[in-house]
């Protein structure tokens, strides 16, 4: 877990099962904190990077680092795979932060991570807060993935949140929004990035070479073309196109409902249906034996009747 230059520390895993990271540089007697085990050669100064992906941490608040947070030369940080929820970190040093497939609805405050060149946002579910990067004041992120997540603009939003990425992040290169609800109903979005963001190399998938960026700004300049101010006249389309992908969804999944009561369900089916009845409903679990099954489909029914 512990590399000789104790440089990484690497938490990842189900078997940690972490629920916060208090005490990692600071132990207390009759605790079970992380340090009480590693204090002895870690050092907060020489520590760079930090993996406490696939964990059950919930959330991160400035003082989630204590006192050490000063000392600390973390420039890596990978919480990827937690139920993370907020996020709201005070690490001058840090380059490098990983917060996807996370339960992230707003985006993180990353105000006081000033040396930030990386953030992975991927597969949250966050729906606003976009602000809250470009306003952070950290001039030198590079890389910033929100895709996969529930974002919703409508082309005069977007021409809005894309001036204001290009002016508050002056050296963004790589930008992913790819599979937000936004970006399948206004795919051409993306090339108004390369007009908006001086130094863009990546938008999604794409690369833009700098011969493809140069025909791309120069058409854009062009008498007639839709400039990024415009962007606010295809409102009424985007709400068109949006509208049909929502009734869409719904039908396809009308559709599986109907092609679904046409057959037997398998067993693992029906074991699904009632995990999630009585996760909804709040049984408690089964007691042992022929006496707790039956209470326990007594309850069962009881709920589905109310």
Known sequence: VVDTLVKKLDFS????????LRGLFSPRAGTRHLAQRWAPVISPGKLTELDVSHNNLTSLAMNTFHKH????????LNLAHNQIVECNLALPTLEKLDLSYNELQICPIITDLPGLTILNLRRNKIQSGLERIWQSGSKRLTILNLGCNRLEMAPSRIASVLASLGSGLPQLEE?????????VDFPEWQQFVVGACAKIQKVDDLKISDERREFIVDMQRQPGQV??????????????????????????EREKRVLRARRLPTLAELSRDL?????GLGIQDVEPGPAG????LADVRAALRR
């Open 293 to 296: 099954v039956a209470a326990y």
């Open 175 to 183: 930008l992913t929004m790819a599979d937000n609800p936004f970006s």
């Open 69 to 76: 947070a000063s000392n600390l030369a973390l420039r890596q």
């Open 227 to 252: 400039k990024l101010s415009d962007l606010g006249r295809f409102d009424d389309e985007y709400e068109e196109r949006r509208n049909k992908r929502i009734e869409e969804q719904e039908a396809a």
């Open 275 to 279: 995990d999630a009845i009585v996760d």
């Open 13 to 20: 895993g189900e078997q940690f099962k972490l629920e916060h």
